[in-house]
């Protein structure tokens, strides 16, 4: 498949994604403030609010007051509320899909030093691969609440699946084809803590998970790559900020074990702070194994386009940014569109 071919591929899912995304943000702004008020689902609900707010900065305008007056408990929610579902105001039902992550549409992401040998403990690739530095990055990360409320009126136990695909798309030499595919279902709860911490922060959820991530490779020598996570997330959350702490231990190792030293590499937890900026998002996650120096950091930055769109910028640099590449170091610099809901 020739480059032109790919990049077309590429653009046409892009465009999909916009002309889907679009239909829903061509309403008048003053009509929109009744229909977000009957919108059920909490994070599609915030979302058409923020639409709408986007319009309510002139000095002459009381839009902001009829939407209080439309959803005062809503307009009172805060973000990490209305994402985990946290009170009786934001709380919504089983079995209703939402996003997880960010999903992503990156037709550009740019590597210093693509993985071309990967190897582990357990083996190492037969051949070299003939990567280029300039391929595709495709994400899809989906929820649903599977038990509302098991004990009492808190906590939510929730079902998760993400998906990294890495496409050299522009690899026409090799057929372009899809360099590395990352699987992650998991099942966890979240719990309501709601502990002041100052005047400004609060200590607002916990959630208890059990994750598994693999590549799908099988026991292909020197590429397969396979682990198991339980895992605790704290959640805090301030002024317009967000920080989530991640700690985390492996478990029900397999054997034989494709990549025993993955800890070495990606530690036993990370950091997530998501700061918003009116509509803008600026995300920062960092991981760090202070016994062998190994670990990343990445930044993201988000932009509104229309509705839940979003352009997309990020910076990676370190171990780990797949599977694959778990013991393998290197930046990369990415380039494309992102779409999640608030």
């Not at 599609?44 to 609010?49: K, M, N, V």
């Not at 998991?186 to 200590?203: I, N, Q, T």
């Not at 993201?300 to 509705?307: A, D, E, K, N």
Request: glycine share 8%; aromatic share 12%; proline share 6%.
């Amino acid at each position: 498949m020739g480059n032109a071919c790919c990049l077309r591929l590429v653009l046409l899912a892009v465009g999909l994604l916009v002309f889907a995304v679009a239909q829903a943000g061509d309403e008048d702004w003053k009509a929109r403030i009744a229909e977000c008020a009957e919108v059920r689902d909490p994070e599609l609900r915030l979302a058409c609010f923020d639409r709408v707010s986007a319009n309510m900065r002139a000095p002459d305008s009381d839009a902001g007051t009829r939407l209080a007056q439309e959803s005062p408990a809503l307009a009172k929610a805060s973000r990490m509320n209305l994402f985990w579902e946290l009170d009786d105001d934001t709380h919504s039902g089983r079995g209703r899909v939402r996003s997880f992550q960010p999903l992503l549409a990156v037709p550009a992401r740019w590597s210093s030093a693509p993985n071309k040998r990967p190897g582990s403990p357990s083996g190492e690739a037969i051949d070299r691969f003939p990567l280029d530095s300039v391929e595709a990055h495709f994400r899809l990360s989906l929820r649903t609440k599977a038990w509302d409320n098991p004990f009492g009126d808190n906590g939510d136990v929730w079902l998760a699946y993400t998906q990294n695909a890495y496409w050299q798309s522009y690899n026409s030499a090799e057929s372009s084809p899809f360099r590395e595919t990352n699987y992650r279902p998991e099942v966890f709860s979240v719990w309501r803590v709601g502990v002041p911490l100052s005047e400004r922060w609060s200590w607002r959820m916990l959630s208890l998970g059990l994750m598994h991530e693999s590549n799908g490779r099988g026991s292909v020598l020197g590429i397969s790559r396979s682990w198991n996570r339980l895992y605790a997330n704290f959640g805090f959350e301030g002024p317009n900020t967000e920080v989530y702490l991640r700690p985390w231990v492996r478990v029900l190792r397999e054997d034989p074990d494709d990549n025993p030293d993955i800890e070495d590499f990606l530690g036993y937890g990370d950091v997530q702070i998501i700061h918003h900026l009116n509509s803008q998002r600026i995300d920062l996650t960092a991981r760090w194994n202070p016994s062998t120096g190994k670990g990343m950091a990445r930044i993201g930055y988000h932009f509104p386009l229309v509705g839940d769109l979003h352009g997309f910028l990020s910076v990676f640099s370190g171990y780990g940014e797949s599977l694959l590449d778990y013991n393998h170091s290197q930046t990369t610099v990415s380039a494309g569109i992102s779409m999640f809901q608030f």
